[in-house]
Structure formats: structure tokens, C-alpha cells
């Protein structure tokens, strides 16, 4: 008598590495990342999509928590705060919210240490008139636990916050208008760059509201009604989740700057050499709380240099091989000047630039939005600037900034062997055309 066949979406026959490989990327590929697959359909299960992320989060921060295993580093959980003690400096140890416990006024530990780096970061910019309250006004943290897909998402602000958390939600289906007071999107990014990525962030069905000023705002239950206004004209928009990405400022907790003769600049950003140094004996300061871009791997690169000056080596830290990345998709990537910027300057500079679109990889994965550019030294051919929209540039742009760390020049690159086929060819391109040498266009 036949057995009773059991429906399964994949059967695989042979359990060896191809096979028992292919079964676990199946099994990953969809389910894990919250894509429901039924037949010829798919939806959305969004519970398990962000099951997912707190899983990967979690791994990593458990990572950190056995590197200091590790290394033996303490861990004092809970508010710091810097104080002068007798010949010295004092970091008292309280409860945060966060960490639970008695009162924040208890100390629960305090250190008389020789050196201090202060390293407090950053928190979001908000309106007078629309407190952040992560329930229907949102950070970029309070965007990441929506439980459902919004109606319609409001972003207040067009730079790369409110550009990769609006266009994630726009993906996942909601109705998303980002509202920008300046007259383009990702204010500060090639003129190339702005153009292309707006052509397609419209194309994906996001509603750019450039030019327009957010002049006030309210929660009305679960809604959020938002007055704008552009060109004289009022406009109210009706979300039912508004994200606040207007800039972030740095967040000096437990550091009572005028007490401590702590110096600052303007936006309350701790004032640095290019050593780390404040102007306070043996207190060094990194990361968003100081000037300059506020991106992780910059903040990690000035721990390092930190960590090294004390230690009494003799290093400094330099900012012009930092990369920027936008993680939307396309993604978005960025090293040295713009042209707009190169071309103030008085510098005579040539341009290269290679689509996707001509990238034999690109065509195959049916991602051939954006381009390559470098912008060069028209007499020493030095790069003085790259710039990239497509498939995996926050990958693509790692080898220019080793360039740039080396100053090399568009020959370099484009006389460097790429792998066939690959997206990196399009890198290779962009710099052989730069020198009037590409091949492919």
C-alpha cells in the first residue's frame, strides 16, 4: 500500500555537503527573515523579521561582552560620571534605568583611574513642538520596534537616517513622505549622487518633500498630523507614525563640562587634538561626542588612537580616508571630496564615471541602478574624491579608501587586475575613465 505522500515546499535527495548545505540556506533563506512563502506567494510575517534582527543584535553584544572576557576588561554597568578627586580624577559608578537597582543617586562602584576617554556619543535632535516620545514620534531606535507596518510614515529629514529607516518601511509596504527643509536630499553628497538616488528612492515610491519646512505638529491618538509648508502653501499630513531624523547632538551624560573646565565648541562637542587630547590632563575624548562625521567606524579608528597615545606611542588621527555609507539599496557610498567641493577649491580636476548598467555582474544580478565616480587631479592624477550608488558599494568603496590612505592616483586603480565578472570592474572603469581610458562604455 503507497504511504501517504507529505507536502513540502523542497525535497532534497542525499544528505551529503552539497545537499545538507542546500537544505539549511533553503530553510534560512525566507522564514528567518520574516518572508512567508505559500505556493506561488509571499508575505510578510513581520514578528519574525524582527525576532531576527534582536537575535543578530544580541549575538553581537554578546560578542562584545566575551571580547571583554577575554581581555580581562571590567565592565561597570550602569551612568558614569567624571569628577576631579584628590590629585586625580574620580569616575562614579550609578544605576541607569537601563541597569535597575536602588536609586541613581546610590553609587555602586567608583574608580580613581590615570587615564579617562570620554566616549558618551550622541542623542537625536528634537522638535519643540513634537517630543520624541518612541510610541508614534520616533528616533531612529523607536523605528526599528514598530509593531506593524505603518499606514503612512512621516520622516522629518532627508539625510541618511531618515533615507535607510524610510526607505526599509517603504519595502515592507507603508506609505512613506520624507519631508527635507533643504532644497535636495542627503544634503552634502555629490550633486551626481543626490540626483541619481533621488530618481530611484522616487521610482521605489517614496514621496520627497524637498524645500519644505516643518512648521508644527501633534499626536492625536494614533495618529500624528504634521503642518508643512513650501513656497507660502500649508499642507497637513496625516501619518500614523512620524520619525524624527533632523541631526543628532552630542550627548555629554555624567559630564559636567563648566565644572570641570571640560572645553567645548559650539554644539557642545568636546574639543579635541588630532591626538585625542582635551585640554584637561589625561582625559581623551572619541566618537559623537567630538567634532566631525558621527560614524561608528570613525569612533572605533579614535578609540584606537586614544588607546595609543596613552600607551605612549606616537600616532594621530587623520579624517580624510573616512568612508560615508547610506544603507539603502542601492546602497550609497562616499570617501574624500565632492566635486561641487573640488571644483570651489580653484583645483583643475577630471572626472570618471561608469554605470552599473554596463557591469556584466550588475546585469546578471538585475541591479544595475547607479555608478562609479572619481574625481582626480587633472595634473598629479591623485583621487580626490569617489562616490558610488549601487549593488554592495558599502563593500566597493573599502578598496578606494586603502587607496586613499596611499594617495594613489585613478592609474593606480585602473591598472590593478579586477576579477571577471565582478561589481568591483565597474571600480576599475570609473577609474580608467577618468584618464579617458575606459574600456567597457
Not at 182 to 207: A, C, H, N, Y
Request: aromatic residues 4%.
Amino acid at each position: 500500500m503507497a504511504m501517504q505522500p507529505t507536502p513540502t515546499d523542497l525535497a532534497i535527495i542525499g544528505g551529503g555537503p552539497g545537499g545538507y548545505v542546500a537544505a539549511i540556506r533553503a530553510k534560512l533563506h525566507a522564514a528567518d527573515h520574516g518572508i512567508r512563502i505559500e505556493g506561488s506567494s509571499l508575505s510578510l510575517d513581520l514578528s519574525a523579521m524582527m525576532r531576527r534582527k534582536d537575535d543578530v543584535v544580541g549575538q553581537n553584544t554578546r560578542g562584545i561582552e566575551f571580547l571583554f572576557r577575554k581581555h580581562k576588561i571590567s565592565w561597570a554597568r550602569g551612568r558614569g560620571t567624571l569628577r576631579r578627586g584628590d590629585g586625580g580624577w574620580i569616575v562614579d559608578v550609578a544605576p541607569s534605568a537601563a541597569a535597575g537597582g536602588p536609586p541613581p543617586n546610590d553609587t555602586i562602584a567608583a574608580y580613581a583611574p590615570k587615564n579617562v576617554i570620554i566616549a558618551t556619543g550622541s542623542v537625536p535632535i528634537e522638535l519643540p513642538f513634537l517630543k520624541i516620545d518612541e510610541e508614534r514620534v520616533l528616533s531612529n531606535v523607536g523605528a526599528l520596534i514598530i509593531p506593524r507596518v505603518p499606514r503612512h510614515l512621516i520622516v522629518i529629514g532627508g539625510g541618511v537616517i531618515g533615507l535607510e529607516l524610510g526607505s526599509v518601511w517603504r519595502r515592507l509596504g507603508a506609505k512613506v513622505t520624507v519631508v527635507e527643509l533643504m532644497p535636495t536630499i542627503l544634503p552634502g553628497m555629490d550633486d551626481d549622487v543626490v540626483k541619481e538616488s533621488e530618481r530611484i528612492f522616487r521610482r521605489q515610491g517614496l514621496d520627497l518633500r524637498t524645500g519644505t519646512r516643518v512648521v508644527g505638529g501633534r499626536r492625536d491618538g494614533d495618529r500624528v498630523l504634521l503642518d508643512v509648508e513650501k513656497d507660502g502653501t500649508r499642507e497637513t499630513l496625516d501619518g500614523d507614525y512620524v520619525l524624527v531624523s533632523i541631526g543628532r547632538r552630542p550627548a555629554l551624560t555624567g559630564i559636567d563640562a563648566p565644572a570641570l573646565g571640560l572645553d567645548v565648541a559650539r554644539r557642545g562637542e568636546i574639543v579635541v587634538d588630532d591626538r585625542m587630547r582635551t585640554n584637561l590632563p589625561n582625559v581623551y575624548a572619541i566618537g559623537d561626542c567630538v567634532p566631525g562625521p558621527m560614524l561608528a567606524h570613525k569612533a572605533e579608528e579614535e578609540g584606537v588612537v586614544a588607546a595609543e597615545v596613552i600607551a605612549g606611542q606616537d600616532v594621530h588621527m587623520h579624517y580624510r580616508s573616512i568612508p560615508s555609507v547610506v544603507y539603502t539599496w542601492p546602497e550609497i557610498a562616499a570617501v574624500g571630496l565632492t566635486e561641487r567641493q573640488v571644483k570651489e577649491s580653484g583645483r583643475e580636476y577630471r572626472v570618471g564615471r561608469f554605470p552599473f548598467s554596463a557591469n556584466g555582474r550588475a546585469r546578471s544580478m538585475g541591479e544595475t541602478d547607479g555608478f562609479v565616480k572619481f574625481v582626480a587631479d587633472a595634473r598629479t592624477d591623485e583621487l580626490l574624491g569617489a562616490h558610488l550608488v549601487g549593488p554592495n558599494a558599502s563593500e566597493l568603496v573599502s578598496e578606494v579608501v586603502l587607496g586613499f590612505e596611499y594617495r594613489a592616483s585613478s592609474d593606480d586603480i585602473g591598472v590593478t587586475v579586477h576579477a571577471h565578472p565582478t561589481l568591483a570592474e565597474a571600480t576599475k572603469e570609473a577609474a580608467l575613465a577618468a584618464l579617458g581610458r575606459a574600456v567597457h562604455i
